[in-house]
């Protein structure tokens, strides 16, 4: 019987395991920061969702597949509300 230890380290687990880095990355961020700025939060999120999606494209887990889909959703909407948060901030300036 195989085990997923005794799979090869192949490039997309590679960059699935990139992708894992992004968003512990992010959450480390999230929790350390005294002030988080929303487009690296929002965006290093997005980014490890897609990593993650490559690599489970490759290997596929319906599961976790579903999971970064819903990641991405929220990172891609965290990411328009900073936006138009900075330009309602900016139009309050003017």
Aim: hydrophobic share 50%; with cysteine.
């Amino acid at each position: 019987m195989t085990t997923a230890l005794d799979a090869p380290l192949d490039w997309a687990s590679i960059v699935g395991l990139c992708g894992t880095a992004c968003i512990i990355g992010a959450y480390a961020y999230l929790t350390l920061a005294k002030q988080t700025n929303p487009f690296i939060l929002h965006g290093t999120n997005l980014a490890g969702a897609a990593l993650l999606t490559v690599s489970l494209l490759v290997h596929t887990n319906w599961a976790s597949l579903v999971l970064e889909f819903f990641w991405a959703s929220i990172a891609v909407f965290g990411i328009i509300r900073a936006l138009r948060d900075r330009r309602r901030n900016r139009e309050q300036r003017s």
